[in-house]
């Protein structure tokens, strides 16, 4: 049985939460102290983990924190594939090879904030590598072509006649199968993955299988405080930046974003904080807090 602790859970559900899908139902579950099935997924599409995949693993850590099982799925069959999601145009596939080499630091990184010796660690190759075409079939006839193309970024550009490739209409159709492969209860993401863990209830009813929960998380915006933080953007804080540099960009990032990161990546108090009057002393706070916590030390 999992330890009850409403005010952690209250936190799980509320702090740098955009939506809960059914809020109601994982209260009650968390509530009601059974251990349970929370996956967070990532394709390595680049080396590099940044402060923006942060916000999930720390999603994923307090979920630990209250005893349940984590599972980390590092999706090295569907980075093959990339996923369309916000994407205004066909994304790029990945050799295996490219895949390989991007993921090979993944654990390393993300424990700097999980707990990974007592997470479900998971490649997604493990099952689709040993499905063929029969399969293929069944999965995709579980899913209308009108549901699957019925994401927002999907039908701009149908309107504005662009392509789209059955690749990409299949990734959230294979995302959505991980959660039936996994036993999933809850799920998370950023609120631009909300189409691909819907897709993935949608898939666990198909196989009978109860709809996981899923939480949709506020994303980061990069240094330049406008785009979302992207290595393609080159407006990231990576975890593999020295802690000079580290310290050196978060403090460069616009004063607007103060709060937002202070909520989104550390646990120090909002409001607290806003009684700091001046916004370098505030941002002074964050740097600090953020370098001690992956390099155990302050500039």
């Known amino acids: 049985m999992a330890k009850i602790d409403r005010i952690k859970i209250q936190e799980i559900l509320n702090r740098g939460v955009e939506e809960v899908i059914v809020k109601e139902d994982l209260e009650k579950k ?39 099982k984590v599972i980390l799925l590092i999706g090295d069959f569907t980075a093959t ?3 369309p999601s916000c994407s ?17 630091d993944y654990i390393k990184q993300a424990s700097k904030v999980l707990d990974v010796k007592k997470a479900e660690v998971r490649y997604n190759n493990e099952w689709y590598k040993s499905k063929g075409a029969m399969f293929l079939m069944e999965l995709t ?19 504005e006649g662009s392509d789209i490739n059955m ?5 959230p159709i294979l995302q959505g199968y991980d959660s039936v492969e996994l036993k999933c209860d809850v799920e998370i993401g950023g609120r631009d993955q909300k189409f691909n863990l819907l897709m993935g209830r949608k898939i666990q009813k198909r196989y009978d299988l109860p709809e996981q929960d899923i939480v949709t998380l506020t994303l980061l915006e990069g240094t330049d405080g406008i785009k979302k933080m992207s290595k393609s953007t080159g407006n990231y804080i990576s975890l593999n930046d020295s802690s000079k540099d580290m310290y050196g960009k978060i403090m460069s990032i616009p004063d607007g974003l103060i709060f937002k990161y202070i909520e989104l990546l550390t646990d120090i108090d909002v409001e607290a904080t806003k009684k700091i009057l001046s916004p370098r002393d505030q941002k002074a706070l964050l740097a600090k807090e953020i370098v001690t916590m992956y390099y155990g030390e302050k500039e």
């Open 141 to 159: 006839s579980k899913i209308t072509f009108a549901r699957a193309t019925e994401r927002d970024d999907f039908q701009k550009r149908i309107k």
């Open 88 to 104: 205004a145009t066909q994304r790029q596939q990945l050799s295996e090879k490219e895949v390989k080499k991007n993921m090979k």
């Open 167 to 171: 690749l990409e209409i299949l990734y």
């Open 30 to 68: 968390l509530e009601s102290g059974r251990k349970l099935r929370v996956k967070f997924g990532i394709d390595p599409t680049s080396p590099d983990l940044h402060l923006g995949h942060t916000i999930p693993l720390r999603k994923l850590k307090q979920f630990q924190g209250l005893g349940h």
């Open 81 to 83: 594939i990339g996923d």
